[in-house]
């Protein structure tokens, strides 16, 4: 009988691309490019400058939380908690995300299938960010 592997193969691709794309993400706040709805929901919430250091505090833990994610696939988990701590504050972060960008951004100019799509698409980051803070 074959040895059941200790990652899957859907989870190391679910795994590396989370965190390719939240290092990404992280990066591209960093650089004053945008970065992701997260960010950009965070820094809507909160205005002016206090707004701008906590969007740089969560660009921050957004490249960490990615690295991490990346390195634990070759590395194991030799973080402990650590990581686990940066996944539920961009957990945290991605649900405020979604209430504010899919339910009071007010975003009637786009129809009702745009919306779904949205709506699923941060639900999808959001059960994988879910499914990988172990």
């Given amino acids: 009988m074959a040895k059941k592997s200790a990652i899957s193969i859907g989870r190391l691709v679910l795994q590396i691309a989370l965190g390719v794309m939240l290092a990404v993400a992280g990066i591209w706040a960093l650089a004053g490019k945008g970065g992701d709805d997260a960010y950009k929901a965070l820094t809507h919430l909160i205005n002016g400058d206090a707004g701008k250091a906590i969007g740089m505090i969560f660009a921050v833990v957004e490249l960490l939380a990615g690295i991490l994610l990346v390195v634990e696939c070759f590395a194991g988990d030799k973080f402990g ?28 100019e786009i129809s009702k299938l745009e919306w779904w799509y949205s709506l699923a698409g941060h639900c999808v980051i959001l059960g994988a960010l879910l499914a990988l803070n172990d």
């Fill in 81 to 108: 908690k650590f990581d686990n701590i940066l996944g539920w504050i961009v957990i945290i972060v991605w649900i405020v995300a979604i209430v504010l960008m899919d339910f009071l951004n007010g975003n009637l």
